[in-house]
């Protein structure tokens, strides 16, 4: 998307509102790679996710994330059996 619209947008500020609102470092790094798409079947399937989010949480309640750790790639030992 074109830099200028995103800097009149103020497109920054809004991302680190919404990374203000992550509660684990994973999340706000997530905030902060937003990126706004001109795909129209990905911006679809992103209001459907959002929209089953939404009625998860109407119907159960808020969920906690709290306190979770970046444990990066990790990579584990593969045992063949012959």
Do not use: H
């Amino acid at each position: 998307m074109n830099e200028k619209v995103l800097k009149t947008l103020e497109y920054n500020k809004i991302i680190e509102l919404l990374a203000g609102k992550a509660n684990s470092a994973p999340g706000k790094k997530l905030c902060r790679e937003l990126v706004p798409s001109t795909d129209l079947g990905e911006i679809r399937r992103n209001q459907r996710q959002t929209a089953d989010a939404l009625r998860r949480l109407f119907r159960f309640g808020s969920t906690s994330f709290g306190n979770i750790k970046d444990l990066g790639l990790t990579i584990g030992q593969v045992w063949v059996v012959a």
